[in-house]
């Protein structure tokens, strides 16, 4: 008996209420929507991966794609546009403006009563433009700071504050780029949810150092959500 190829829809009823993201098969990010199954690809190797399901989550950012944005606090940074990583969305530099202090951008999101306990994660796609390391710190509502330090020479990331049980995970894409993630507990306290993020040119633990106002990182797609673990990337411009 010969064997007859099938579209996915000729063989399986998939409904979905919402949309969703992907990586199609030129490696790049594309939105589907609602009903549409996210058959998805390896962004390096080009080869599918399957259906992919997750479960619900939101994207608690505002212009996830938009440091330059009033939404993202600037310390002592710059952020510009910088073509776009490989997934084709729209990357930024981000530069630490020259001279000794805190470098550093970031959101706090305000939902402060309603993330007593629970489990949140971080995800941005970063590439060395300049300086080869990128810190990625949270906070945990009780002046504790979760904080991973990325290699992006050696395309390793190290714990550097396991605060909130924090755990790291970094995964290569194409052209130097990585998808970096921390995820942590937050715990009970007045201190709301937020991510203090910088390139920066050592392993160092701070976000204070001395930097020569060209030196950077490119970024790009940053996600924070509740759940122990990191989910395929939700666009977000005005509101989460």
Request: proline residues 6%; hydrophobic residues 40%.
């Amino acid at each position: 008996m010969a064997l007859v190829e099938k579209a996915f829809g000729d063989i399986i009823t998939f409904t979905r209420s919402s949309g969703g993201g992907r990586i199609n098969a030129l490696g790049q990010y594309e939105w589907v929507g609602n009903d549409v199954p996210r058959l998805t690809y390896d962004p390096v190797t080009l080869q599918p991966l399957g259906l992919l399901i997750e479960e619900q989550r939101t994207n608690l950012l505002t212009r996830s794609s938009n440091v330059a944005d009033v939404a993202w606090s600037k310390a002592a940074c710059t952020a510009s546009p910088a073509g776009s990583s490989p997934w084709g969305l729209p990357a930024e530099k981000i530069t630490p403006v020259a001279g000794a202090g805190n470098h550093f951008y970031g959101q706090t999101a305000g939902f402060a009563g309603a993330v007593d306990n629970g489990v949140f994660s971080l995800s941005i796609c970063i590439k060395a433009d300049g300086y080869n390391h990128f810190h990625i710190q949270g906070k945990t509502k009780s002046d504790l700071y979760p904080a991973a330090n990325v290699d992006l020479a050696a395309g390793t990331i190290t714990l550097l504050n396991a605060s909130g049980s924090a755990t790291a995970s970094i995964e290569p894409l194409s052209g130097g780029w990585y998808l970096c993630s921390l995820s942590w507990s937050v715990l009970t306290g007045a201190q709301p949810l937020g991510l203090f993020l910088t390139p920066k040119p050592t392993a160092m633990s701070s976000v204070s150092f001395t930097a020569d106002g060209v030196s950077g990182a490119l970024v790009s797609g940053h996600q924070l959500e509740a759940g122990a673990f990191p989910t395929s990337y939700i666009p977000t411009v005005a509101s989460q």
